[in-house]
């Protein structure tokens, strides 16, 4: 024979049912509660990371900022080093021309031509007297790479200054710094080579030395 439901037993089953009930709605709550948390915790990490981002950015932007300007002051610092080195070489030209049997006139600094199709011509020290014209490029390092460039420039010399067409011209290269074998180089290329020796300059071709003459 089944039991008999009694009112009591149904009472007990439905009192069971709301505490099950209440502790699903309990958990629910707890996991929903950690779910907003989590959420919050994650916005808060969020912002964070957002405010990171744009303190990186800015300071980026700084950085960037002071390169440029480095940049900038180093340009400035090189063109001006230039020039000093070019008025430590310029004075000695005179002297040291002189005692090679090539009396020195006029030392120019800077001199500049341009011929058509864009083409231009700097010559850094340009020494000249009624038979001679002597280039001089300076360079705080003198490289193979710079000689090679001035050698080109004696070759076209007299196209872009005509005026000295009827003159013997003649190369030399001057550097505080001279890469290896660069000195050796120029002087099989026929320039004279100007280097540092104590507070002077001198020429570092020996006595026997014969320039090439363009």
């Known amino acids: ?99 090679r049997g090539i009396p020195v006139h006029k030392v120019s600094r800077r001199v500049k031509a341009k011929r058509p199709g864009n083409r231009h011509m700097e010559i850094d020290l340009l020494v000249v007297n009624t038979e001679v014209v002597v280039l001089v490029e300076v360079k705080s390092r003198l490289t193979e790479g710079a000689v090679r460039e001035h050698l080109e420039r004696l070759a076209e010399f007299k196209d872009f200054f005509q005026e000295y067409a009827d003159k013997r011209i003649m190369g030399a290269v001057a550097g505080i710094v001279i890469e290896e074998n660069v000195e050796r180089f120029a002087m099989n290329e026929g320039l004279f080579v100007m280097v540092q020796s104590g507070e002077n300059l001198q020429f570092a071709n020996d006595a026997a030395f014969q320039p090439r003459v363009w």
Request: proline letters at 1%; hydrophobic letters at 35%.
């Open 1 to 99: 024979m089944s039991e008999t439901v009694t009112f009591d037993d149904v009472w007990k089953m439905f009192q069971e049912m709301v505490r099950e009930n209440r502790e699903r709605s309990a958990e629910l709550d707890r996991k929903f509660q950690e779910t907003d948390r989590q959420i919050q915790e994650t916005s808060a990490q969020m912002k964070e990371t957002d405010r990171q981002v744009k303190e990186t950015s800015a300071q980026m932007k700084e950085t960037d900022r002071k390169v440029k300007e480095v940049s900038a002051q180093i340009g400035r610092l090189g063109g001006r080093w230039g020039e000093f080195v070019e008025g430590l070489v310029a004075p000695a030209c005179g002297t040291l021309f002189a005692k």
